[in-house]
């Protein structure tokens, strides 16, 4: 019988792939190691989520001081310090890829920290060391990075999410290029701490692939709150100005001056040099590994799980792929993670939360609906005089009764969307939301005091 140094090797060390990595080492008794060429975490512990959603708290308190006046509160000595945030956020960050290496550890799983690049189906390079290992299984879990549009002259002079976290200073003013959630966040962040910021976007709207009343509830909201928002164009070119200013010309003929641009357009998986090709793996178009539902490239002993997949590129999906397919590989119990009706939050102003079926989405798959739809001001924010109001949204099956859908945008939306994916992902009725008792004073009981739909396919002329 063949012998591999290890019988699983994992190519980054983000969620998914320490996931993998410990519960195959510490359950399932498999020699594994895990190779990781920057710092171990991932973009959600380092670049992404966990520093993201610290800087969206540190833009909250902007709006806060000014809410607690109408409580009684006199705050006319609160000042902002970027340094102090910035480096409080990579305190955390550091923190926390310490504890994950930790925990790798404790699991007895080999950390290499080394670029490693596969050479055939059960052999990987160590390009730093120039080494070869060997193992039964190699597990590719090397998730994504920012893109920039590289033909658009002058981009280089532009940032990504990935640099907005070190920046040495806040500029005085942003034209971030991009609609989808990583552009609403950083708008949401940097107006928040009294950067004049502006959106383009390509698009019509901004948030895409969000339902329709969410997507225009965010925009009017975040245009209330001082948030300059170009729909139907893009940045055609970025000029040097003087004193390291820019000039920003879109494909509509606007010119804008401003401090920095930040390019939030996309993001691509990690697979360029990684040596799929050589070992036969397939890829899309994007570069994406193409697996199946149990994770498994069209290389029997490859697999892959997280960004580097462009399935659903979220942290938790990235772990519940990495335990599917430990139980598969290792632990004799098939398992294939349902990517159906999986949560997910944009922490912009307002913040969203989402699960199911928008209702576009829901009559494209020949569904007769009931709507519902609510708008209201919470309690909080009538002392305080804040107009941000809070949008719910449910989109119900009119045959079945199955509410297919949950979408809102206002305080706590993140919070709630949790525990009404449950009922989404249960697949229970309008009539059992209805059934369930309110909680109140809270904004959540509105979920469940929603009446009579706003339209209702039944009723539809023919």
């Known amino acids: 019988m063949t012998q591999y140094d290890y019988d699983l090797f994992v190519i980054g060390a983000g969620s998914g792939g320490v996931r993998a990595a410990r519960l195959a080492s510490s359950k399932a008794g498999a020699r594994t190691a895990i190779a990781e060429q920057q710092e171990i975490g991932g973009t959600c512990v380092i670049r992404g989520c966990v520093p993201k959603k610290l800087l969206v708290y540190g833009a909250e308190f902007a709006q806060s001081f000014r809410d607690a006046k109408g409580f009684g509160w006199t705050v006319e000595w609160a000042r902002f310090d970027w340094p102090k945030l910035r480096d409080a956020v990579q305190a955390e960050v550091a923190r926390l890829s310490g504890l994950y290496r930790q925990n790798l550890d404790k699991a ?60 040495d200073e806040l500029p005085q003013s942003i034209v971030i290029a991009g609609g989808g959630y990583i552009a609403c966040e950083f708008a949401t962040i940097f107006s928040g701490l009294g950067v004049d910021t502006t959106i383009v976007y390509r698009g019509e709207r901004i948030l895409r692939g969000f339902d329709h009343d969410i997507r225009a509830h965010v925009q009017a909201d975040l245009e209330r709150t001082g948030v300059r928002i170009v729909c139907g164009s893009i940045i055609e070119e970025v000029k040097a100005l003087p004193e390291r200013r820019k000039l920003v010309t879109l494909a509509n003929a606007m010119r804008l001056e401003t401090d920095q641009v930040m390019w939030a357009v996309g993001r691509v998986p990690n697979t360029s040099g990684l040596g799929l090709a050589s070992a036969g793996v397939a890829m899309a178009e994007n570069g994406a590994v193409i697996v199946d539902e149990y994770s498994r490239t069209n290389a029997p002993s490859i697999f892959a799980v997280g960004d580097v997949t462009d399935r ?151």
């Open 108 to 167: 007895g799983v080999a950390i290499v920290e080394d670029r490693a690049v596969v050479v055939d189906p059960h052999t990987v390079r160590l390009t730093h060391s120039n080494r070869t290992v060997t193992a039964a299984r190699i597990l590719i879990a090397t998730g994504g990075h920012t893109w920039r549009p590289e033909t658009t002259p002058g981009q280089q002079l532009g940032i990504t999410s990935t640099d907005a976290f070190l920046l």
């Open 312 to 462: 659903i590129n979220l942290t938790p999906v990235a772990i519940r792929e990495a335990v599917a397919f430990v139980e598969t590989e290792f632990m004799g119990r098939t398992a294939a993670f349902d990517h159906a009706d999986v949560a997910s939050a944009v922490f912009s102003r307002p913040p969203v939360g989402a699960v199911g079926l928008t209702e576009e989405a829901a009559r494209a798959k020949g569904h007769k609906l009931k709507v519902f739809r609510t708008t209201f001001r919470p309690m909080k924010h009538i002392l305080a005089g804040n107009e941000q109001r809070v949008l719910m949204k449910l989109v119900v099956d009119a045959h079945s009764d199955r509410v297919l859908g949950v979408h809102i945008a206002g305080v706590d939306a993140p919070e709630m969307i949790q525990l009404a994916a449950i009922a989404v992902k249960a697949g229970l009725t309008k009539a059992q939301w209805d059934a369930t008792c309110a909680v109140h004073p809270t904004g959540a009981e509105e979920l469940v005091l929603m009446g009579e739909p706003i339209s209702h396919d039944n009723e539809a002329p023919a």
